[in-house]
């Protein structure tokens, strides 16, 4: 849902957000039960899954994928969504005898 006003309070129920002028200035979070959102920025929208802001953020991104990554995704808490972040993969291996390099 974009608004039209720049604030927004979870009364009802938790919601997740997005607020941006552009793509450089994007922030987004979960409201809680109560916690309110105020923003200077041009679009405010407000979603009731993170599936959905998922999508909003990777199309705004013009990067598919991108908000799931561990470096960009909502932590739990607050995320409601329990998640672990993947492991980093392993760097690859140099074997300084033949000169190639190896994958662990």
Not at 8 to 25: G, H, I, Q, R, W
Not at 29 to 57: C, H, K, N, P, R
Not at 82 to 100: C, I, L, N, Q
Request: hydrophobic share 30%; proline share 12%; glycine share 6%.
């Amino acid at each position: 849902m974009l608004l039209s006003e720049k604030n927004y309070k979870a009364e009802t129920e938790p919601k997740f957000y997005m607020a941006y002028t552009d793509v450089n200035t994007l922030i987004y979070s979960y409201l809680t039960l109560g916690m309110q959102v105020s923003t200077g920025q041009q679009y405010l929208e407000i979603f009731d899954t993170e599936e959905e802001l998922s999508t909003a953020i990777d199309n705004l991104k013009g990067i598919g994928g991108w908000y799931m990554q561990n470096e960009n995704r909502i932590p739990h808490p607050p995320n409601p969504n329990e998640w672990e972040p993947e492991p980093d993969p392993e760097p690859p291996f140099d074997d300084p005898f033949s000169g190639d390099t190896i994958p662990q």
